[in-house]
Every structure is written in structure tokens, then in C-alpha cells.
């Protein structure tokens, strides 16, 4: 295989992807959280192989506006029709009362609407990131969430990973790492023309944040994780964000501080070759890598470590995880709402919540930084 | 040899190994360079090593205002006194006719005063970084060169290394790279007590950048280097860099902007666990090092690149240096010394010292940027 074709080929399995079946895990013995998917979007595809691979978990029903364009999802995804219940509107799903929980992939003007609704009717909501278009909309979503006793949790699938929590471990250990100084994160994609002109995440009714919600949220999601969600004092937006014409931000940067002296920046942007980097640096250890959101592997992922104890030639460690970290994602949310649902008193485990917010919260204070004037914005904790 | 004995022998070799000198390489038929160092500091040592490695340079003299000092330092580095005229005055050196050169390591609050008497004697002047405390000091040390035609350098040992050219030509390249789009670079070292106590590094009246001089410059020169030495049109410095008691900066940040969009970041600091980072990407290709000032091997340096047209998992690539960086720093600066020296009328290379001056330029922009309370300060080119 050529290399350009094995780069599309890696492209396809990071957003298309929707690959055979027939070797799932076998399901719990006990009833599977039910999920209903709102809307086709790409990103679906990946989601119901995850749902599918998850083993708590089963794909039940999916809508679309077009009754035709979720049947040929269902038949294109490797299902029956008498799997997967179709549905020609949204209302339609968050309606039967055999969906125990719904994935939102819509694009974000739309999600205070649906995840709400869904909320209200009971179901426990998978949010697509960025979880809102502000604090705001963000907030009427938990609000409802915690109203109705259902579990929330953005979709951000590296958090899931096992090489996620070895990180955790190694940022957490005052001998190999010491005190966190500084973290960058960084991620890029060169978007094509079609991209720029037509996709939901440059159209400012659609997805207004561009590429701030789009991959800045896992930037500043991977900064608040390594900073162990200590939200940081002030946001600086860099100068000079680019837009398109319709005023959306196609690239941009700020820069993070903590009260202890603690740094972090970020970047983000539609224009640059495909790039997921994220640096922690401590007092006495580094960490670096190269594929933080989506592994360039789906089965192993490896981080570098430099310590102060060993010569600084940084040592490569490996993670296997036995489900892509979609599916363990999949897997930790049915965790939780069928903890929820087991004995009707458990109340909605509140940690992801927590962290979207936060996230949401450095996000919208990057754009009023950039607002205004890539002044610093203070965040009230 | 436990991790530990590996890391300071590591560290060793880095700052202050003179290895024996019985495996030289042969020198040329022709008169080598003939070279005098200034001072015993600690990175002299190296530079010893790297002077009789050069095939094209000798270790000449050295001075120390104790001349039992510079007596010691010869013997210890592997000399006889009949090897190498020792002085107890920086003049003496420089008066010495046979001196044809000057390697400068002096603290760079004495830069100036040295560096323009040794070019008004006529000795060619390798200067260690940063250059000196300001531009306009480094103009008068460019000036005296200039005006008695000595060649001027500064001693950035990894620009020379065959691994920092090889990296020019991915950057270089449309195909592979395409246009530079972001740039970032990371030098930190933590220092110890004594050091943050008593190093010409943390003191004022020696070396008032600190930090940003140290380390700070390295950064900088990557970033200009990546940017292929077209200066960014303004500096933002960071918020809240990390000073001590006597005001010397331990830690900063800053970024930079240029016209076409690009943007840069770098942060270098005495209080962080050893880093050397440097990150370009482009819209077709990236480039990541983790060792770029000085390689974690002596004899071979490697860089990752990630490129459009192939999966994404960066590819490793390795490049083997028959001598180390810095002799093949002493050696090109040699080189030049001796191309103006051959026939006479050869006029000073002027490419190394307008590096030198962006730098510099560019050092003074961050500090300006600094004391004005972290606004943006343009850089006029």
C-alpha cells in the first residue's frame, strides 16, 4: 500500500470508520444500556462501533431528519433494520422509552435544544464536544441533567484510554515528576477546501467556536487534566487568531497561568498538517506526546517520560488497551448510568460534568480574551 | 552504573568533560587556527576538547587572572605548559601575536569590553552566548570586528551539527513541509541550591538576563532558524515570568507573531527538570526534537518528522556526526577564520554575526515586552 493511501486509510479509521461486527465482545449478562444516536454525522459511524464493542452497551435506535438517510446509516453500519429502530426526527428517539440513553453528535448550536430534551425525558446524555457554544448553554445542560438524575459526559475519548491514567500516575508522582511547571498542547489538522467552505465547524449558526471548539477544547481539556483541573488564574489569547470570512476562528493560541507560576499555551488551528502534541513539565521529570487525542495506534499507545534520575534520553512507554478508547468511553458512561439505574437512588456521578464545565469555562474565557483585545481575562473559580 | 551515576555522568560530559586528548584528530598540513581562551569557566573545558578535536584549530593560550589557575586548568585538561602559554591577564592573550583567535566564555556583562579589545588586536572572536547583555552592546562588538575584519561568531553549538541542516531541508522542502505555520521551543534546566545561589547565571551585575539569556537565547536562535531568520514583527512576553531576590529572571515565556500569521511560543526556565524541545509545523509536515541544543548522544542526533502523505506516526530519523557539535563549531568558525586569513582580501563572513543580531534583537524585544507590562512590542527590521 502506498503511503499516501495508508495515510487515508489512518483518516478514515480515525473519523469514518465503522468496521465489522461480527468479532464484538460478548455482551454482559445483564441488560445493556440502550443508546439512540441523534443525527448521522461522521462522527456516529465511529460511535456505533464503540456502542457495539463497548460490552455494556447496545446500539438501539438512531434518527435523522431524512427517514432514508438513517436506514442506509443503519444498513452501511453492518446492521439490520430489525437491530436498529430508525427514526425521522430526534423527538422520535428521545420518546421511546426503551432508549436508556442518547449520543448527541449535532452540531453544538444545537445541543442546550436536544441534550435538554433529552434530559427531561429521561435519558442519559453522551454530548459530542465541545459540549456548548458557552457557559451558558453548557450550564442549562447540567442543570437539566441534575434536575432529571441522568448522567452527563462529553464525548472526549482520550480521557478513557489506559494510557491516560498511567500519565495521571506519573504527573501525580512527586519522586519521578516533582511539581508541574508548564504544559503545551497542541492540535492541528490541514482541513481541505470542501472543509473550509462546507463543514458545520466553520459555520458561525452551526459550530461558532471553529476550531476553538472544535480541537482547542481538547487543548485546554488535556491542560486542566495535566494541571489535575486546577483552573488557572488568568487566559491570555495570543494576537492575530485567524478567521474566516464569516468571523469564525480557524486558528489561535493563548496562554494559561496559576497563581503557583504555573504556564501553559496552546494552539489550535483548521490550517496546519495534523499535529496532537502535549508537554508536561515538572520539577524534576517531562512528559511528552505525540498523539495525545486519537493514538496513532488503536490498540497501544506510547508516551515518553524524561526524569532527572536517569540519563535524559527520554524512555518510550507503552499501553496496551484491549478496546479502542472510544469504546471504553462508551463503556465508563454505561458504567455509570447503569449504576444509576441499578438500584434508583445512586445519584448521577458528577466528575465528567465537573470537567466539562470547567473546560467549557477556559474556553469561553479565550474567546472573550481574544474579544478583547488578547487582553488577560481573569477565571472566578 | 545506576540511573542516577548515568545522569550526572550525562550531565558531566554536557558541561565539563575534557575526555583525553590522546585520540586527536590529525591536524592539517597547513598552519592550524590558533586559539586563546579568555577565562576558566566551566564550559572552557569543553571548548578545549572541541579546539583539539577540530582538525583545523589548536589550543594555543589561556588566560585567568590567577595564573595558578590557568596553570591548573591546562594540566587538568590534558596539556603540558609546553603545549599551552598560560597568562594571569586577559590582555596577555590578546597581545600575544601568535593568538589568531579568541574563544570568549567571560560573563556577559564583561562581553563588550573584551570581545571589542580582542577584535581591535586583531584575534577573530568566538563569543560565548548570549552575545551580550543588549543590542547595543552587540553592536559595538559587531562594529569592532567588522572595522579590524576578525570574523565574528557566537558560540551556538547546535547550529553546526550535520542534524540542524538536515533538519533546514525538511523546512525547506514544499512538498514535505509546505508553509510554516507555528514554532515552538523549550529549554529548562533545574537548577540546584547553589547554583540559584551563587552562578554568574543569577547574578545581575554578570549576567542580567538570566534565564532568558542562558537558556532564553537557544530558543530563540531555534525559533528564527525555523522561521528561516525572518524576524517576527511583535513580542508578547508572558505574564508573571519568575524572578530572584536581585530581579534576574529564572523563568519566562513569550510569543511571537509575524505578518503572514505564524506564530511562535518559547519558555525557558532555571526551576523545570531538563527539556530542550523544539516543534515546527507546517501545513504539509512537522518536526518535533526533544534534544535539540545539545543531542543526547555525542556522535549521532535524531528528529521525528510527520508528513501529510504517510500515516501519521512520525517517523524517526538519525544523524551520525563524526565529530561533536562543537567541534564542528570551532571547526567551521576555523574554517572562515582561515579563508579570510589565506589571501587577505577576503572579507569577514557576515552570515553567523547577523544571526548573532536577530537573536540578540530579538532577547532585547522579550525583555522590553517584559518591563512594559507584558504588551506587544514591535520588532523594527
Chains 1, 2 share one sequence.
Not at 461486527?21 to 441523534?38: S, W
Not at 427514526?87 to 449535532?106: I, R
Request: with cysteine; charged share 20%.
Amino acid at each position: 500500500m502506498s503511503n499516501q493511501i495508508l495515510y487515508f486509510h489512518y483518516l478514515y479509521r480515525l473519523h469514518y470508520t465503522f468496521d465489522s461486527v461480527t468479532n464484538i465482545c460478548p455482551k454482559m449478562a445483564d441488560t445493556p444500556v440502550r443508546f439512540g444516536i441523534l443525527g448521522c454525522a461522521n462522527i456516529a459511524r465511529k460511535m456505533c462501533r464503540a456502542i457495539t464493542l463497548s460490552p455494556n452497551s447496545v446500539l438501539y435506535a438512531i434518527a435523522s431528519r431524512s427517514l432514508e438517510k438513517a436506514s442506509s446509516f443503519v444498513l452501511e453500519n453492518g446492521f439490520s433494520p430489525v437491530e436498529v429502530k430508525v427514526y425521522d426526527s430526534y423527538e422520535g428517539v428521545l420518546e421511546d422509552p426503551d432508549v436508556d440513553a442518547v449520543y448527541v453528535p449535532l452540531p453544538t448550536s444545537l445541543h442546550v435544544r436536544w441534550a435538554v430534551l433529552a434530559a427531561e425525558k429521561g435519558k442519559h446524555v453522551l454530548l459530542e464536544k465541545p459540549a456548548a457554544p458557552n457557559l451558558a448553554e453548557l450550564d442549562r445542560i447540567l442543570e437539566a441533567c441534575e434536575c432529571s438524575g441522568v448522567q452527563f459526559m462529553d464525548a472526549t475519548m482520550w480521557m478513557h484510554h489506559p494510557r491516560t491514567s498511567e500519565m495521571r500516575a506519573l504527573l501525580s508522582d512527586a519522586q519521578r515528576f516533582g511539581q508541574l511547571k508548564s504544559i503545551h498542547s497542541c492540535f492541528t489538522y490541514e482541513a481541505d477546501h470542501n472543509f473550509l467552505q462546507n463543514n458545520i465547524r466553520v459555520k458561525p449558526d452551526l459550530d461558532s467556536l471553529g476550531a476553538l471548539g472544535d480541537i482547542g477544547w481538547y487543548c485546554i481539556q488535556a491542560i486542566l487534566w495535566a494541571a489535575n483541573y486546577e483552573l488557572p488564574e488568568t487566559v491570555t489569547a495570543w494576537r492575530d487568531p485567524e478567521f474566516n470570512e464569516a468571523g469564525v476562528i480557524l486558528s489561535c493560541g493563548a496562554c494559561l497561568h496559576w497563581k503557583d507560576g504555573k504556564v501553559a499555551t496552546f494552539y489550535c488551528s483548521f490550517l496546519t498538517n495534523l499535529t496532537m502534541d502535549l508537554s508536561a513539565l515538572g520539577t524534576k521529570g517531562n512528559l511528552h506526546i505525540h498523539d495525545f487525542a486519537i493514538p496513532f495506534q488503536e490498540n497501544v499507545a506510547s508516551y515518553h517520560a524524561g526524569s532527572q534520575f536517569r540519563i535524559p534520553m527520554m524512555s518510550e512507554h507503552a499501553v496496551a488497551n484491549d478496546l479502542p478508547q472510544e469504546a471504553l468511553m462508551v463503556s465508563e458512561f454505561a458504567g455509570l448510568v447503569k449504576r444509576r439505574n441499578g438500584d434508583g437512588l445512586e445519584p448521577p456521578e458528577m466528575w465528567w460534568p465537573g470537567i466539562s464545565r470547567k473546560t467549557q469555562q477556559v474556553l469561553d474565557t479565550v474567546k472573550a480574551s481574544i474579544e478583547r483585545g488578547f487582553q488577560p481575562v481573569e477565571i472566578l473559580s
